[in-house]
Nanobody, 114 residues
Framework: QVHLVESGGGLVQPGGSLRLSCATS??????MAWYRQAPGKERELVAG?????LTKYADSVKGRFTISRGNAETYLQMNNLKPEDTAIYYC????????????WGQGTQVTVSS
């Protein structure tokens, strides 16, 4: 059985930092990604990373967020956080870049507020 388990969300002030972690088990994936969804908005791709080291970032987070991969974990380092980054963040695992993968984590809340 495939499991994706997220951690690291929380409440931070604008300009602060958080690191999200997604632990995976049950399968090896070609593409790991982070998505986020704010109330009233569609879920959007934040960052993606292939097993070959290719990366994708949303324009809104370029220069502030970094996706990286460990042995069985995928990280999202988030720096200089802004209130508009407030959302539920989801880990996603798949086999191609063409569409979101079939496997999702439960989501973790990130709130940026003073």
């Amino acid at each position: 059985q495939v499991h994706l388990v997220e951690s690291g969300g929380g409440l931070v002030q604008p300009g602060g930092s958080l690191r999200l972690s997604c632990a995976t088990s049950g399968i090896n994936f070609y593409v790991m990604a982070w998505y986020r969804q704010a109330p009233g908005k569609e879920r959007e791709l934040v960052a993606g990373l292939s097993s070959g080291g290719l990366t994708k970032y949303a324009d809104s987070v370029k220069g502030r967020f970094t996706i990286s991969r460990g042995n069985a974990e995928t990280y999202l380092q988030m720096n200089n956080l802004k209130p508009e980054d407030t959302a539920i963040y989801y880990c996603n695992a798949g086999r191609t870049w063409s569409a979101p993968g079939a496997y999702w984590g439960q989501g973790t809340q990130v709130t940026v507020s003073s």
